[in-house]
């Protein structure tokens, strides 16, 4: 359970970001946008469990990073290169790879991934102030103790009258 005060630190964060510049406006324009591969959207999707610290809904993060590679520019070689980032960084740390670390080492190496002083401002903003954004919209309001989000249809779910 999410406390209020955690839930309004998760909010002004995203609210923060909004403010942020988006990644490089060259970089945008000049990047190319595709499917992801499964490899990268599993990547993307465990870092959503280490910056939300819950096990993501399914189906949610997963067509917010296709449809950001799909549609919006730069961010399908920004997934590609986070996730070669990280995979890299769990090498050096004797794992195969990012997916293999258990949640604590996933959680250092996102960590050192936000804290490289190049890198990490290049991530911040298109990946992890976006899920968190993400999360703010859907799985907060189950961490909360809410049934659904505002929006979600779920009105048949308690009709109680014989039809």
């Not at 309004?8 to 190319?32: F, Q, R, W, Y």
Request: glycine share 10%; with cysteine; hydrophobic share 40%.
């Amino acid at each position: 359970m999410v406390t209020r005060r955690e839930f309004n630190h998760l909010i002004l964060g995203a609210a923060a970001a909004t403010c942020l510049p988006d990644i490089a406006s060259a970089e945008a324009v000049a990047g190319e946008t595709g499917t992801l591969d499964d490899r990268t959207l599993a990547v993307l999707k465990a870092t959503a469990e280490v910056v939300t610290g819950v096990q993501p809904l399914q189906g949610y993060y997963e067509d917010y990073y296709s449809y950001s590679a799909l549609q919006r520019a730069g961010y399908l070689s920004l997934y590609r290169d986070f996730a070669g980032r990280v995979d890299r960084t769990a090498k050096r740390l004797g794992r195969a790879d990012f997916l293999a670390c258990d949640a604590s080492t996933r959680a250092g190496i996102v960590e050192k991934t936000r804290s490289i002083l190049g890198g990490g401002s290049r991530f911040e903003n298109p990946i992890f102030q976006e899920t968190l954004a993400v999360f703010e919209r859907t799985d907060a309001w189950l961490q909360l103790g809410y049934a659904a989000w505002p929006g979600s249809p779920r009105g048949q779910d308690f009709y109680k009258q014989p039809i």
